[in-house]
């Protein structure tokens, strides 16, 4: 049967807000998305799990298309969830969606995997082993960041050994986990997955030059904060190194339908997977309707191929 055909008889629910700090950005995704699959003429509503009867709003949808991001939306707890209940879903399973939302769990895949990833340390650091080695082994600035946190919460830059405590301790106290990565002097560069059926192609890779210190949360959700350019300025082998690379971080996750892969390309040209995210902003100012756009690719176009993810797993 043809999938459009297969979806114009199905209850879609859009499932947006959620309880994770991302609420305000994944409601504004979950309206585009809503109005583009009403645009495309299927059924869809919107349903929060912030909502008390969202169990009962489940029961009614065929499918779910989550544009939920962050804690129990974009970690395995929804899917696990929709896929106890036989809701067919959008994106990445439960494996994929945990390890993804998980920095220090995708970055020891990537180690695994001969990925290039920045050299990090878990806090509390292992015994007897003291800021100032950390300092001394990974070099200064450093970043810390939650484990599991989205659009920049959070990650903040430590440009001094005496910072480290201080705000080790702050970021423990509001986000738990928390971890320390090399900062990587070079360009920030994201990539569009997109795959059903096992085909993986990578959009045209964007650069996002912030006018902030870097890509934080008010660049990242401030028209004209931040400057987006497409294709990205890199020579043409490491152009397709970066593709090649976030399709491998999507792969060994066990990714499905489609990510974004964040990457950092040093100064001496290695691309540094920083951050996988198996459900991409959709707002209009998010970076993959940017990178589908500049492949020729409507919103709409892109939406339904995400739709037919759903169907793709079943
Ligand atoms: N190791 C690093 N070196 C330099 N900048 C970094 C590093 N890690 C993160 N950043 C900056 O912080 C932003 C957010 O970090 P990221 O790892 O993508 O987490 P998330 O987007 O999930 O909050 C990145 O887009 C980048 O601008
Ligand atoms: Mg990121």
Do not use: W
Not at 15 to 40: P, W
Not at 91 to 113: D, P, T
Not at 191 to 199: E, H, P, Q, T, Y
Not at 223 to 244: H, N
């Amino acid at each position: 049967m043809d999938i459009r055909e297969y979806f114009l008889h199905k209850k879609i629910g859009v499932l947006a807000g959620g309880i994770s700090s991302e609420r305000e950005v994944s409601l504004r995704s979950g309206k585009n998305v809503l109005d583009s699959l009403k645009r495309q003429g299927f059924e869809a509503f919107i349903s929060d799990p912030a909502d008390n009867d969202f169990i009962e709003q489940i029961k009614v949808m065929d499918v779910a298309f989550i544009a939920l991001h962050g804690g129990y939306g974009e970690d395995g707890g929804i899917q696990g969830l929709l896929e106890v209940m036989g809701i067919p879903h959008t994106g990445s399973g439960v494996l994929a969606s945990a390890l993804s939302m998980n920095k220090v769990a995708s970055k020891r895949i990537f180690r695994e995997q001969g990925i290039p990833t920045p050299d990090y340390a878990c806090v509390p650091l292992p015994q007897g082993y003291s800021y100032e080695d950390l300092s001394r082994k990974l070099g200064l600035p450093l970043v810390a960041k939650p484990v599991s946190e989205g659009s920049s919460v959070g990650v903040t830059i430590i440009r001094d050994e005496s910072e480290i405590k201080g705000i080790i301790d702050e970021l423990t106290d509001k986000h738990k986990d928390v971890f320390i990565e090399k900062y990587i002097h070079g360009q920030s560069v994201t990539v569009g997955i997109l795959g059903n059926d096992k085909k993986l192609r990578a959009l045209p890779v964007l650069e996002l030059v912030s006018k902030n210190e870097f890509y934080d949360y008010e660049a990242k959700y401030t028209s004209g904060m931040t400057e987006f350019i497409i294709p990205a300025r890199l020579d043409a082998d490491i152009y397709k190194a970066v593709c090649q690379t976030a399709i491998n971080a999507h792969l060994v996750l066990g990714c499905e339908g489609f990510s974004r892969v964040d990457i950092l390309v040093s100064d001496d040209r290695i691309p540094f997977v920083h951050d996988v995210n198996t459900i991409p902003g959709l707002t209009n100012l998010s970076d993959l309707p940017a990178c589908a756009a500049s492949d020729g690719m409507s919103y709409d176009e892109l939406i339904f191929e995400m739709l037919c993810s759903a169907y793709y797993r079943g």
